[in-house]
């Protein structure tokens, strides 16, 4: 009997230490309903060029030979104007709400910043022990602090009397 329980518990162990070595990449939203995004956007089909030694230096969010315009093809294939996306031109409609969010100045080096704070911050919530050792995500978890509550945050504009547009059900309140 001893024997049999023992050769049991070692077979369960067993498994559970091969199921932890899944080498299948986790997404974060894979059981979302939503759209995929990438879906939309217009591929064409790969060519080589004539001479490799005549391709231009990588660019990260520049152009290439195979999308000459990818911003302003996004743009189209979501529907959008394209001539809008021409890199630093301000239009009207958008001059109001820059100067207003501006309005206490712009750091230059924001990015840098937020990058800087965004890395201590999630050294400091890493997860527990076992959570790194066994790969679990706790990215929903680490910035929970920092969440909005949607649901309260309406609630909250509705009252001051802010016309706030509809919005999906909480979920936590049930609807009979």
């Known amino acids: 009997m001893r024997g049999r329980l023992g050769k049991t ?12 070595c899944d080498s299948e990449p986790k997404l974060m939203n894979i059981r979302t309903d939503a759209p995929d995004e990438f879906s939309v956007l217009p591929t064409r089909p790969l060519e ?4 490799y030694t005549a391709l231009p230096e990588p660019d990260r969010g520049g152009i290439n030979l195979a999308d000459p315009q990818p911003k ?3 743009v189209a294939a979501l529907g959008g104007n394209p001539d809008r ?9 958008e001059q109001t709400l820059l100067s207003y969010t501006s309005r206490y100045g712009v750091p230059g080096d924001i990015r840098d910043t937020l990058a800087a704070e965004d890395l201590e911050w999630r050294k400091q919530n890493n997860g527990k022990l076992l959570e790194r050792l066994f790969n679990v995500n706790v990215y929903f978890e680490s910035y ?3 969440a909005l509550d949607q649901h309260l945050e309406l609630e909250r504009l509705r009252d001051k009397g802010v016309w706030t547009p509809s919005a999906p059900p909480d979920p936590e309140i049930k609807v009979e």
């Open 144 to 146: 929970a602090a920092m």
């Open 9 to 20: 518990f070692m077979a369960f162990v067993g498994l559970v230490l091969l199921s932890a």
């Open 72 to 74: 302003a093809d996004a």
């Open 48 to 51: 080589a060029p004539e001479d």
């Open 85 to 93: 996306v021409a890199r630093g031109q301000i239009f009207a409609g």
